[in-house]
């Protein structure tokens, strides 16, 4: 069984955004997960340099577990500052397209002389992104994760 297992479970079949604490807080306070947040941590994201918030999506993606094997999606939880990871899930109804059409989109742009992506890179078969900033409204469900430990603890809006 993966490592992370537990936490697979819980993502599974939802769109994610992943952030801090402190984002997130940043995030409650604003009302919206921004396209360009004023606090990000990853402007070299695929995402990021083409002007979308970045999720994960667990819906269906053909590479969603050969990503998670090869353990590139949790990288970012290494800086993330205390350790904790706050996973914000949004409404199934909007609009966003599937990791797989973002790993095409990716690979031809970087095919594209002489900019391609800018060295900007994506999490294959996993990341995708919105181009539009995410009112909170639209956040279904929140809850911390502690890496290390492997628990959980729901967040109430």
């Known amino acids: 069984m993966h490592t992370h297992a537990k936490l697979i479970d819980v993502l599974y079949e939802g769109v994610w955004h992943a952030t801090s604490v402190e984002r997130f807080k940043a995030i409650m306070v604003d009302g919206f997960i921004r396209v360009r947040p004023p606090l990000h941590q990853y402007p070299n994201t695929f995402c990021q340099y083409t002007g979308r918030v970045s999720l994960f999506d667990f819906r269906e993606a053909p590479g969603l577990f050969d990503a998670i094997e090869r353990g590139l999606w949790l990288g970012f939880s290494d800086g993330i500052p205390g350790g904790h990871v706050v996973f ?53 469900r929140t809850f911390v994760w502690e890496p290390n430990g492997n628990t959980f603890s729901d967040v109430v809006k």
């Open 88 to 140: 914000l899930q949004v409404d199934p109804g909007l609009p966003v397209p599937t990791a797989a059409s973002l790993v095409d989109e990716f690979n031809e742009a970087r095919s594209r002389p002489p900019t391609g992506v800018g060295g900007s890179r994506l999490i294959a078969g996993l990341e995708t992104g919105y181009t539009a900033d995410i009112p909170i409204e639209r956040v279904v």
